[in-house]
């Protein structure tokens, strides 16, 4: 099976248009009539549904952000009365309050059919077993994930996240075919086999959908190489979805965002204005189908970079580019912009890296300082302390040239760092909680 839905997944990109046109007109009527607080802004930018009239006339509408769903906590920006309202999740964020959102079961419909051609992508199918190993609660992961791979007629094993050794003996007795979890949660789960001594080939693993958190090309390799399978990067979050918004196909060009529900545009974080194709800024959607609570142009504070060129796989739907991070992860050190994903894509090009480090981030008098401490692979560990300040002293330098900062890197036990069974904690910034 290559598509889930081959008529809409290859669709000429203008039958594509002609959706959105027409499903951005519909939306927009339906927020301006049902939520007062975008009636406000519309009104605020002297605009009135009928000046949409299709997808080209998007820039004229007003951002949304989280702002808003705090504003309006906990219901106001739903467009569906409660009664219509069969689901609700919640994220909670490190800040404030909880930013919730409402699904009608139309909208779980339309999420189902998305992670349904996501998992047709992993090369998944109505004969394939999905262990579903994201969290399941409040957070979108696991219940969106499995409710797809219902969709899809796969046998749906939902284990959510946590008891690791039970994991692994269900994925081995079981014939799990595809595994759906955070990328650190898979790469623990690889080690928690190791340490049990079973071995990739007794399993029936042939890929993975992984997301939820930042991730670099280095991670992929070494989570393909130790479960032995093809990882597939998938995004969504929570406000416009859940996951299966976009995710990467066999080429791994880019992640296809199912454009027929949600209008995807780069614009420049600090300006607003929209970007060409190429462009690295803030990916920002607009949901054209959703009834529980549409968004219009949220931004995702997500940095990405969009092409509407035609893939190799066939499909049509916009790609974007492997997240780079959030603007609010960024980090600033002695003024030079960081990215943790940058700190990953240097330290996983040391062969003997593993991908368990954290980034400590203090101030020393008036100076920022940042600290790596890594955990590298026993195989090749040299064993005294020449080795180890010898590959500390090659990883620093390497940073250093990348970052443009000099950093200090401390290579600890293995099993030191925190092993994450959801979305994993990388950074530790002391800055602030000095006054
Ligand atoms: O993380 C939804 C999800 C669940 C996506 C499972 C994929 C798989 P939230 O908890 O609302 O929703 O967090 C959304 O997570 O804005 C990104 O910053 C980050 N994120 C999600 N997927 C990826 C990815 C879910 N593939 C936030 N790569 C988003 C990098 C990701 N970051």
Redesign the pocket.
Known sequence: MRYWNEPIETMSRDELRSIQDTRLRRTVEKIYTNVEHYRKKMQDKGLLPGDVRGAEDLRLLPFSTKQDLRDTYPYGMFSAPLDQITRIHA?SGTTGKQTVVGYTAKDIEIWAECMARCLVMAGQDKRSRVQVS?GYGL???GL?AHYGAERLGASTIPTSSGNTQRQIVIMRDFGSTCLCCTPSYALFIAETMEDMGIKKEELSLQAGCF?????TEGMRRQIEDRLGIRAH???????IM??SVSQDCECKAGLHVWEDYFIPEIIDPATGEVLPDGAQGEIVFTTISKEGMPLIRYR???ISSLTHEVCACGRTHARMGR?KG?TDDMLIIRGVNVFPSQIESVLLGFSNVSPNYRIIVEREGLLDQMTIELEINETLFADTVKGMEDAERGIRRQLDSVLGITSRVRIVEKGTIDRSMGKAVRVIDKRNLIG
Do not use: N, Q, V
């Open positions: 994220s994201y957070f979108t992961g969106g997301g939820a958190e930042p991730w990067d998938i995004y969504g979050l929570s406000e859940g996951p995702t504070r997500d997240l959030r």
